[in-house]
């Protein structure tokens, strides 16, 4: 069986040429990922308007907080999966796998009764604008149907990166993700069904690719069986994958928890500001799937390497990544200063809303290496298996941090005090980050 596998066994081969060939597809899929939000905004924005392109932007944030919990627990089990196949026990990667899938329906069904029955209270506790409010609950209200395929389908994708594949993945997300923008312009632009349109485009193409995911894994995965004899719960591999991704998870709830609190300081401001917090974050998420594609590659490449009891190996990895990272920022933020007003009126032609965001994207695009250092440095740590100052820090600085500071310096400069908190917690994350990473700590893990 394992003689058929031709997945990224990352224990092998020179580390500046496995790296990037990971990354490389694990980045386009990233991004293509993100086309399903970004596609609905641009789509949204120019056909339906800045108070729907509001809408779309406030779901978001609340669907990133429902979906926390499973995004956590799925990391950790990817962590174990990781180690396993780089130790060679191809066994209990079959049993971790299917008992993460177990947990991934179960989860993904409560979630979506949670979305469709209390849609308009979760945005109320976030001030909602009332021009928003409407639109904002009949969209997320069919979002949240989709979440069940949602989470299978990236449960089967960080599974598979686990093992250090990342081309099948990027090559599932292509195709959902063409999907869904045909079915955006087909839905919004054709039949005109208004912001309904948007998220059942969406649902259509998770739907489309949790199905192709399945049949993949069914019909050829050497290593993965959906068999029923083979789709067993292990308990106690569970509870280590839970161990290991719970700190993340309690990160992830508390970190889209303060989008949240942040979000209720955006809205005082007004229709324009969400807008373009919502457009700008969109910008701002698709540069830094770069940064979480090196992330994703730490955790793999340092989980296999741990597994196979090769630090040095690990080391060279990290400072190579380090390398990446900083000739992509500042490449990015040059062109940022250049064109960001241009990319920011693919969004919305309203001239307000262009003038806030290119503020943001100014403004936090001026730590884009920090970022990128500090999700790589959490990756190789999340890799051995230490996830719990990942968690520490997280939920310190965003609200002992951000939160408190974007409310505090708002008040007296407005919107850009939210930009600038923003930045400011990136930067302490990454001083922290950074002194635990060379204590070393974390290998014991």
């Not at 869904?180 to 208004?194: I, K």
């Amino acid at each position: 069986m394992e003689d058929k596998w031709r997945g990224g066994d990352l224990t092998q081969g020179k580390v500046w040429k496995v790296i990037p060939a990971f990354v490389f597809p694990l980045l386009i899929g990233n991004l293509l990922q993100q086309a399903y939000q970004v596609a609905d905004s641009i789509i949204v924005g120019q056909f339906l308007g800045k108070e729907a392109l509001a809408a779309v932007s406030a779901s978001f944030f609340i669907y990133y907080f429902i979906i926390s919990l499973i995004i956590g627990v799925g990391s950790g089990i990817t962590v174990v999966i990781s180690q396993f196949y780089g130790s060679r026990q191809y066994d209990r990667v079959q049993r971790a796998f299917s008992s993460f899938f177990i947990f991934t329906v179960i989860s993904g069904i409560l979630l979506s009764a949670v979305g469709v029955i209390f849609p308009e209270e979760l945005f109320r506790l976030t001030k909602a604008p009332d021009d928003v409010l409407p639109g904002a609950v009949r969209y997320f209200r069919i979002y949240m149907c989709g979440t069940l395929f949602f989470v299978i389908f990236n449960s089967f994708l960080s599974i598979m990166r686990g093992m250090g594949d990342s081309r099948r993945p990027m090559i599932l997300i292509l195709a959902t993700a063409v999907l869904n923008v045909v079915f955006d312009l087909l839905f919004v632009a054709v039949f005109e069904w208004d912001i309904e349109g948007a998220a059942y485009a969406t649902v259509l193409a998770q739907g489309t690719g949790a199905l192709l995911s399945i049949v993949f894994v069914h019909k050829t995965h050497p290593l993965l069986s959906m068999k029923k004899r083979d789709m067993k719960f292990d308990r106690r591999l569970f509870l280590r994958g839970l161990k290991i991704g719970l700190p993340t998870s309690v990160q992830q709830c508390s970190f889209s928890l303060g989008l949240l609190a942040l979000l209720g300081i955006v809205n005082v401001f007004g229709t324009d500001t969400l807008t373009a917090y919502g457009a700008a974050g969109k910008i701002d998420s698709l540069i830094t799937q770069f940064m979480l594609a090196l992330s994703s590659a730490m955790s793999a490449f340092c989980g296999q390497n741990m597994g196979a009891g090769d630090m040095s190996r690990i080391r060279r990895g990290v400072r190579f990544a380090m390398l990446i990272n900083a000739l992509f920022s500042a490449a990015v933020y040059l062109v940022i200063c250049f064109f960001g007003r241009e990319i920011m009126k693919a969004f919305s032609p309203d001239g307000t809303v262009v003038a806030i965001g290119y503020d943001y994207l100014l403004i936090v695009g001026s730590v884009f290496f920090l970022h990128g250092a500090l999700n790589i440095m959490n990756g190789a740590m999340r890799g051995a298996g230490d996830t719990l100052f990942a968690m520490i820090t997280g939920i310190v600085l965003f609200w002992l941090i951000r939160i408190p500071l974007a409310g505090f310096l708002s008040s007296y400069m407005g919107y850009r005090g939210i930009w600038l908190a923003i930045t400011v917690s990136i930067v302490a994350g990454f001083i922290a980050t950074f002194i635990y990473y060379r204590s070393g700590k974390w290998k014991k893990q």
